[in-house]
């Protein structure tokens, strides 16, 4: 335990040791993309969005933090050479595991089928993050696509994000799931402000009257600020598209579910800055160093 505080507490001091890469004169957006429940597409959302927004002239990076379970390059049909798991064991950098994707997103693939990689410890969580540090892309926009559920290193990328987009669908469980993680992050993580994406309805008002459930029982129960997004709707291109391993972006530009997609990055887009908190990458490394600690201190 004492090892893992030096670890993190050292992520502190690293900011005076030398290092300038991280002295970035651009904002950067950091949007964690998560949902509580698996199976709600998810990472479809997060994939799609990321190039809608590049679409929209943003310079997008996304991340592939399902630790344990890789989704993005699968989705993709990427063949990553290098991936999250040597950055964590300090075989390379983050630089080496950049891969260009559709609309040129850069992306950085997670592991796939590695356990060890699903449950990292704080330290870790806090080297991983550590490394952003050393990228030389320079970018406005980090879309980060968490794991299912809400484990430690799902809390700790929403935690440092400025923006927490909440993904439910037409189930139940979905709808469960996204006030559990939402009641999680609020009551014991102090996170106040979340966004709601509904996925795959069958249209507008279905999306309304899902955000209305959610919205209804936070507002008894939570004291947050809850907003809507959009909604992408059930559309039969999107699921070819993911059975091709390719992104309805890119493969039906002109399907419903890419304009929809292109509604979403606008509304993205119209966020004020100073209601995204939008900080440095510098920013988002201290804010996960900073709740590492906290969580490092409840624990003793």
């Given amino acids: 335990m004492e090892e893992q505080y030096r670890k993190v507490t050292q992520l502190d001091s690293w900011k005076g040791n030398g290092h300038t890469t991280m002295q970035r004169n651009n904002p950067v957006r950091v949007i964690a993309v998560t949902g509580g429940k698996g199976g709600i597409g998810k990472t479809s959302i997060s994939i799609n969005l990321a190039i809608a927004l590049a679409e929209s002239g943003n ?21 990553p050479s290098k991936d999250l798991h040597g950055v964590v064991s300090g075989e390379y950098g983050l630089q080496d595991v950049l891969m260009k994707g559709p609309k040129g997103i850069d992306i950085i693939p997670a592991s796939s089928g590695i356990g060890r990689m699903a449950d990292l410890t704080i330290a870790e969580q806090a080297e991983l993050i550590h490394a952003f540090s050393d990228l030389e892309t320079d970018i406005d926009t980090l879309v980060v696509d968490t794991a299912a559920g809400i484990s430690s290193a799902v809390l700790s990328f929403a935690k440092a994000s400025s923006e927490i ?10 709808i469960a799931d996204a006030y559990a993680l939402m009641k999680v992050m609020s009551q014991e993580h102090d996170v106040k402000s979340f966004k709601v994406i509904a996925n795959r309805v069958k249209d507008a008002p279905t999306a309304q009257k899902l955000y209305s459930r959610l919205a209804n029982v936070a507002d008894l129960y939570l004291q947050i600020s809850l907003g809507y997004l959009g909604h992408i709707p059930e559309d039969g291109q999107l699921l070819k598209a993911v059975r091709r391993q390719a992104a309805v972006m890119d493969q039906y530009p002109d399907s419903q579910s890419a304009h929809a997609f292109r509604k979403l990055a606008n509304r993205v887009n119209r966020i004020p800055t100073e209601q995204a908190n939008s900080g440095y990458l510098q920013f988002f490394v201290e804010r996960f160093a900073q709740s590492s600690q906290s969580d490092i201190g409840d624990l003793h």
Avoid: H, Q, T
């Avoid at 310079?59 to 063949?79: E, F, R, T, W």
């Fill in 59 to 79: 310079s997008v990076l996304l991340m592939d933090a399902d630790l344990g379970l890789a989704n993005v390059d699968i989705m993709l049909n990427l063949k």
């Fill in 165 to 174: 987009f909440v993904v439910i669908c037409d189930e139940p469980a979905s």
